[in-house]
């Protein structure tokens, strides 16, 4: 896997190797001039000595820039992890919101749905009592309801006094 720092480590190494292969020329065509008397020996070591210092002073400029570039890519980087961390971290909460949320919900909704069950049991048994009250009644001789009817009058008096 090629990353930055490679890409750039890559860029200024041939950076550098085009810098030595036009230093070579130069050195060629300084040697040329040399030999053709174009120029003198003293003058030519003075050219090579600029071009030297040029492609050293270039040299130094692309390191820098490469330095540069790399410390700018690293601090991306971490600024984009960092970014990343606390987007999932607040995934994470959102997530862990809407579970509690859904939980919350369902306690709510079994609840009320117990609570219809007991109202709807509760009549439903009040209203067996009454059908089951009424049946009895029905196989009752006159002399047995009047006794019922004593005895509920007796039991509704206490449930008023203890109210």
């Known amino acids: 896997m090629t990353t930055i720092a490679d890409g750039l480590k890559d860029v200024f ?3 550098v190797g085009a810098m ?5 020329k130069t050195q060629e065509l300084v040697e040329q001039l040399i030999a053709k008397g174009e120029i003198t ?5 003075q050219i090579n000595s600029e071009v030297l210092k040029q492609a050293q002073a270039t040299g130094e400029r692309v390191q820098q820039q490469a330095q ?7 601090r991306q980087a971490k ?12 995934n994470a909460e959102l997530a862990k919101e809407k579970a509690e949320s ?9 609840e009320m749905a117990a609570d219809a069950a007991k109202k709807d049991s509760a009549s439903f048994a ?7 009250l009424e049946a009895q009644m029905a196989m009752m001789t006159p002399e047995q309801r009047a006794e019922f009817a004593k005895k509920a009058a007796e039991i509704a008096a206490r449930d008023v006094k203890a109210e």
Request: aromatic content about 0%.
């Open 13 to 15: 190494l041939a950076g």
């Open 20 to 24: 030595a292969l036009g230093a070579e």
């Open 41 to 45: 020996v003293e003058q030519g070591k």
């Open 68 to 74: 540069t570039a790399t410390d700018e890519a690293v």
């Open 79 to 90: 600024a984009t992890a960092s970014h990343m961390g606390e987007q999932a971290k607040t």
């Open 102 to 110: 859904a939980v919350s919900m369902a306690r709510s909704q079994a």
């Open 126 to 132: 009040e209203a067996l009592k009454h059908d089951v």
